[in-house]
């Protein structure tokens, strides 16, 4: 029972903040730029992989809920570092470059 509940306690945690994550979160290329095809599909993938996350849940199916959760915020983290992608100064949010 006990790794049940800190299983539902970390998905709920990383659905919160992903879900925060992407409606802050921007592509930062020029419409124009080679750069802004690759931003923009990191931003599907992150949401791609959060709608596969609550699918997840929904069936109860936790921990392929918990491993879509955390993709989607690695496409996130990632597109921020890249430069891809801009969520702010938030650094509880996103990994920033430092």
């Given at each position: ?38 931003a ?24 392929r ?6 993709y ?27």
């Amino acid at each position: 029972m006990g790794a049940d509940i800190e299983l539902e306690s970390r998905l709920a945690k990383y659905l919160d903040l992903t879900s925060k994550a992407l409606a802050k979160i921007q592509a930062v290329p020029p419409t124009r730029s080679f750069l802004k095809g690759g931003a923009d599909d990191m931003l599907q993938m992150a949401r791609s992989y959060f709608d596969d996350a609550l699918h997840f849940q929904k069936e109860g199916d936790l921990p392929r809920a918990l491993a879509a959760v955390s993709y989607a915020h690695g496409w996130l983290d990632a597109g921020v570092r890249l430069g891809l992608l801009y969520g702010g100064e938030d650094d509880q949010a996103f990994t920033q470059y430092r």
